[in-house]
């Protein structure tokens, strides 16, 4: 990749969101300000070679757009009125407030997830317009098709125009109706950045999971109360704390049981615990925990262990059962399994994983934990065969290098 090239990527990684925020916020419509925000990048591949890349990538990236969306807007016919409100809007007067939280990023979230939208199309909306996801990442990370994912996104961008649902953070009462969609939506995005899916972008992106952590911040904010929230954000930030140590120099991923427990973030884990020890406290009250506040309390187990070996499974396994009472998907069993396994042997824990093979074919993890228990079994040439499967369904480069070296191990 040329230095040109990977400032293209770098640009569209870090200005993506903020570009099609912007436009959003200018024009009032999703689709003019995704594919003026397109144009602009494609600029920039034609001319960042001849010209160089500009001083000020963003700037260029958001002005460009800016000029390619009023372009458009002047040569349909049938968008007077919006031509008019571009020529307006492109002078220098200040846009007016638009919410208590000045954030084009986060009024374009709550677009996204007006409940008018079925919830899988505001999630996935959201992935694409805020998180500058391709299709391809947002359908892997609902294990659906490419086409229908696609499908789902142009639905979505449709029925926000029809209905003429405003650009704005909405009002107190209005938030409940959104936010739990709007918090599907970041967790999605954190996990892209904590793991991405594709082969072609770095195997830990930290604007990704930076830029999902600010966002629900700034919920928090706005709901302070609200123990989902706080549990979104304890989970991410004693997730994140584990970055340093989680990609090897050889650019391996390295399992939880493997990290260098010195290199995690001392002060993102103190925060979480914090936060986890404020929604047990609300537990002990009578208010019961959601799905994202039994995860934090799992990461916080994980964080409080010194080393692997002092990991307190028996407390894992019963968040775990917690949680599937919350939520009863193949992937929390997957997961509960592995502390199965720690506690009454890969045996017992493969049993459960192979009666979720039926939902979690597809699924790379299903394939790379089954792998793991074979080999604890001795069962090296079934091991061999599913790790082989888990290789072929992952796209994280970093971690099919670390399941090819678990592979070739093998006897």
């Known amino acids: 990749m040329s230095d040109v090239d990977e400032a293209v990527s770098r640009a569209h990684r870090d200005e993506w969101a903020r570009v099609v925020a912007a436009l959003t916020r200018r024009f009032g419509d999703l689709d003019i300000a995704e594919e003026a925000a397109a144009e602009a990048f494609a600029t920039a591949v034609e001319r960042w070679p001849a010209d160089g890349v500009p001083p000020n990538p963003g700037a260029w990236l958001t002005t460009t757009a800016n000029r390619k969306a009023i372009d458009r807007i002047r040569r349909e016919s049938k968008r007077d009125d919006k031509q008019k409100d571009a020529l307006l809007v492109s002078g220098d007067d200040p846009p007016e407030p638009l919410g208590a939280i000045d954030d084009d990023r986060l009024r374009l979230i709550f677009t996204c997830c007006h409940p008018a939208l079925a919830v899988d199309a505001r999630v996935a909306l959201t992935l694409r317009m805020v998180g500058g996801l391709t299709v391809p990442e947002i359908a892997r990370g609902f294990l659906v098709a490419e086409t229908t994912m696609g499908q789902r996104i142009t639905r979505a961008k449709a029925k926000i125009k029809a209905a003429r649902i405003p650009y704005r953070v909405p009002s107190a009462e209005d938030l409940p109706a959104r936010v739990s969609s709007v918090l599907t939506a ?6 892209e950045g904590y793991l991405a899916t594709g082969p072609d972008t770095d195997p830990v992106r930290h604007d990704l999971t930076a830029e999902a952590i600010r966002l629900t911040r700034l919920i928090r904010a706005l709901l302070p109360d609200d123990g989902e929230v706080a549990g979104l954000l304890a989970l991410m930030l ?4 584990r970055r340093p140590a989680r990609v090897s120099a050889g650019g391996e991923l390295v399992a ?6 010195g290199a995690w ?18 537990a002990a009250a009578g208010a019961a925990p959601g799905r994202y ?16 070996r002092d990991t307190d499974w028996s407390q894992v396994l019963a968040l775990y059962d917690q949680l599937l009472r919350v939520d009863s998907s193949p992937v929390v069993a997957l997961n ?22 039926d939902r979690l074919a597809g699924y790379h993890a299903y394939h790379a934990t089954r792998a793991d228990l074979l080999r604890r079994l001795g069962r090296s040439q079934d091991s061999r065969a599913a790790y082989d499967k888990a290789i072929d369904l992952a796209g994280n480069t970093a971690e099919i290098a670390s399941l090819t070296r678990r592979r070739n191990r093998l006897r």
């Open 256 to 261: 939880l049981d493997e990290q260098d427990r």
């Open 186 to 191: 970041l967790f999605l995005v954190f996990n």
């Open 265 to 282: 973030d001392a002060a993102l884990i103190a925060e979480g615990h914090r936060l986890v020890r404020e929604r047990l406290a609300a």
């Open 293 to 308: 506040q039994i995860l934090a309390a799992i990461n916080a187990v994980h964080t409080s262990a010194r080393d692997a």
């Open 238 to 241: 004693l997730i994140e704390a």
């Open 336 to 357: 509960r399994a592995i502390a199965v396994a720690e506690l009454d042997g890969p045996d017992v824990a493969l049993a459960t994983v192979d009666r979720l093979e």
